[in-house]
């Protein structure tokens, strides 16, 4: 049957159809999801909040590198650190761990920072009682801005300084227990309490959910994420698996 | 704030925070500011009560809409092109490590008073009733020319000159017809009007490569789209300037650019003090965009036009899109007697943008008469029910000057093309104005795994 003449409604069609023949859609790549699920390795964001100077990027890296540094400047350079904490069952938590960037000193953190964190370790400094209620307001912040499911941890740190020490223990183990938090000391300087606190949120996260990188809940490790992946070489994405819609 | 910085940065825009972000990461000292207490400028992404305290300052959401938190809404409808610059600027700098992607599902185009899809599958390209024969044949012989040029070798120019020839030598060497041409021009090579095809046919031929490359990279659109909205990616960027040392300051008042008596930049005026730095960057609101008499008495931008946008807040898909939770619809200028054509972006609860069951569409088009409202019909007609409409009317601004003479350089608005190719373009402008070289893309260090 002829087409109307002046009926070009069809010529879309075209680009598609030749490019399919141009670009054969190479085939998939392994997949590391069954390996990872079955090794039981699970991927947490956590975040990190609290003052300027209470010893945050401090912590993270006496838990990743377990190293001190007395004259440490404000985070530069900090970019994302992980690290994986395996508990008696043979899990293996990896933590991915997001600092501040010093974006909380002039209140400036942006939504993304809390977005689908699974934990966050809120510092103070023990030597510092207005840290304390800074490290409210950011509990405050989160419960506001974060996921409900999402694990906090309310850690004193600086406990080595016990000779300068302005907030007691009672007292803040009484609000972390008011707000439903976790709650311990902790010197990144000497070490007491790092490893601890890491590993006691590590068997609070929900090992049994299933990976979904936007519920909050764990993902397995190795990026294997529900979305389009731009690392990937081109076309290495054949059409059903890059989008779930 | 007595420290003294190498750039100030004005805005948080995307163009912004992208310079911001490579100039920290180059070691430069920067101190970025915006007056909102968010992040994104004119390229952010609003929560609920954002948007109606941006648009509507005396009335408060319906309830009905849900959660605030839940959505993102785009002030700019602008999707990233997956094999284009911004890709590239993304994965150079390892920001795709903040974000996570989903394609944009599907291309539409308008055409004789309805909309039809641009076939994603071979089976759904063959089984269409609508192929006709001979034109078939003649666009199969334009694509396969375009597919095996190469510029070293002449027997695959076939007697054509990408550099010389226009592309209406092109689409005539190939007997093209009209509506193939505007569908090429337009759905592909994306552009708004009809100028390019007097012009020489080189950047039409590279736009339908990257359309097409982008189309084969992920299969169902060459659209890509952040995550939680677009407001996304210049936060991504903070992140990354912020990694590198780049001061933040939101809610932060801009009173005055402070300049010496030899009219160069020396600082920002800010809450009674002023911070001194060798460069500002910023965008055109901080230089007196709006302002007969400018900013301080200087004209640093003009107007060069308008674009009208209206988002469109829906309780259902688009009709026609096949129940698509996220597309774009092209409206060529030709088939509503225009000169620039209507584009209309659509995302939805699958992209984190809004609750569930709510589409959020926005319609826009480059200005062209008194009545810009008017101008968009043809788009909003084709939305079915619309639950909320905020419409708003918006200048698009220039830099007047290089910027070299005063050390203050100044980014574009963000114009009505559909993506992010010009937002990357100005990037790479005002870094060869402010950095005095070309933006080379260098790889981050790699995460540091213990």
């Known amino acids: ?245 | 704030m007595d420290e003294e910085y190498d750039v100030i940065v004005l805005g948080t825009g995307l163009t912004e925070c992208i310079l911001s972000g490579l100039l920290s990461v180059e070691g430069k000292k920067v101190l970025h500011m915006d007056r909102n207490d968010y992040y994104g400028g004119d390229s952010a992404s609003l929560n609920l009560t954002q948007l109606y305290r941006h648009f509507r300052p005396n009335q408060e959401p319906p309830a009905e809409l849900g959660r605030d938190r839940d959505y993102n809404v785009d002030l700019v409808p602008k999707f990233i092109i997956a094999s284009g610059e911004l890709t590239k600027i993304l994965v150079h700098t390892d920001v795709t490590r903040y974000l996570e992607f989903k394609q944009i599902a599907g291309s539409f185009v308008y055409r004789d008073g309805k909309i039809s899809k641009v076939p994603s599958t071979e089976m759904e390209a063959v089984k269409s009733p609508l192929m006709g024969l001979f034109e078939k044949r003649r666009a199969k012989k334009f694509f396969e020319f375009l597919q095996g040029w190469k510029d070293e070798d002449p027997s695959t120019h076939q007697g054509i000159n990408l550099d010389k020839d226009s592309m209406k030598t092109v689409y005539e060497k190939f007997g093209l017809e009209a509506g193939t041409q505007d569908f090429i021009g337009h759905a592909m090579a994306l552009y708004l009007d009809d100028d390019y095809i007097t012009k020489v046919a080189r950047p039409s031929y590279e736009r339908i490569v990257m359309y097409t490359s982008s189309m084969a990279r992920y299969g169902k659109s060459p659209y890509i789209y952040p995550l939680y909205g677009l407001g996304e990616l210049p936060q991504s960027f903070a992140r990354l300037s912020a990694i590198y040392g780049g001061t933040y300051m939101l809610d932060k008042k801009v009173d005055e650019i402070v300049l010496g008596p030899d009219g160069k930049f020396v600082g920002v005026k800010s809450g009674g003090e002023t911070v001194k730095a060798k460069q500002v960057i910023g965008d055109p609101s901080y230089f007196g965009a709006g302002k007969t008499d400018g900013e301080g008495g200087k004209v640093r931008v003009i107007e060069e036009g308008k674009v009208v946008r209206a988002i469109c807040i829906l309780k259902h898909p688009i009709p026609g899109t096949e129940d698509s939770d996220s597309v774009q619809i092209i409206i060529p200028q030709n088939q509503v007697g225009r000169r620039n054509d209507i584009y209309i972006a659509m995302v939805s609860s699958t992209h984190n943008v809004c609750a569930k069951d709510v589409y959020i569409a926005i319609v826009s088009t480059i200005v062209e008469t008194d009545k810009p409202e008017l101008e968009i019909a043809p788009g909003l007609n084709l939305l079915g029910q619309i639950s909320e409409k905020f419409v708003t009317v918006s200048p698009l601004y220039t830099p007047t000057s290089s910027g070299v003479d005063d050390s203050i350089f100044v980014t574009r608005s963000y114009d009505a093309t559909s993506h992010f190719e010009t937002v990357v373009d100005d990037v790479h402008d005002v870094w060869r104005r402010v950095v005095g070289k070309d933006l080379e893309l260098k790889k981050r260090e790699v995460e540091v795994e213990a």
């Open chain 1, 1 to 245: 049957m002829m087409m109307q003449k002046n009926s070009s409604a069809w010529l879309w069609v075209l680009p598609l159809y030749y490019l399919r023949k141009l670009y054969p859609p190479p085939p998939p790549p392994p997949s590391n999801l069954h390996r990872n699920l079955m090794s039981k390795q699970f991927q947490f964001k956590l975040v990190l909040l609290g003052e300027s100077a209470v010893g945050k990027s401090s912590l993270v890296l006496r838990f990743v590198k377990d190293q001190f540094d007395d004259y440490r400047e404000s985070t530069i350079g900090a970019a994302f650190l992980t690290q994986t904490v395996t508990l008696d069952d043979g899990a293996a938590v990896k933590f991915e761990i997001w600092d501040t960037a010093g974006q909380e000193r002039y209140k400036s953190l942006a939504p993304m920072y809390y977005r689908n964190a699974n934990c966050a370790v809120v510092v103070y400094d023990i030597t510092q009682s207005s840290s304390l209620e800074k490290a409210r307001t950011w509990i405050r912040e989160l419960q506001r801005q974060a996921d409900r499911s999402i694990v906090i941890a309310l850690c004193g740190n600086k406990a080595d300084l016990e000779e300068r020490r302005q907030v007691t223990q009672e007292e803040a183990k009484k609000y972390a227990e008011e707000e439903g938090l976790m709650w311990s000391e902790t010197s990144a300087k000497s070490g007491d309490g790092v490893q601890e606190i890491f590993t006691e949120i590590a068997k609070k996260l929900p090992l049994t959910a299933l990976p979904s990188a936007r519920s909050g809940a764990a993902r397995p490790a190795g990026g294997a994420r529900a979305g389009v992946d731009l690392n990937r070489q081109a076309g290495a994405n054949p059409g059903g698996d890059a989008c779930n819609c």
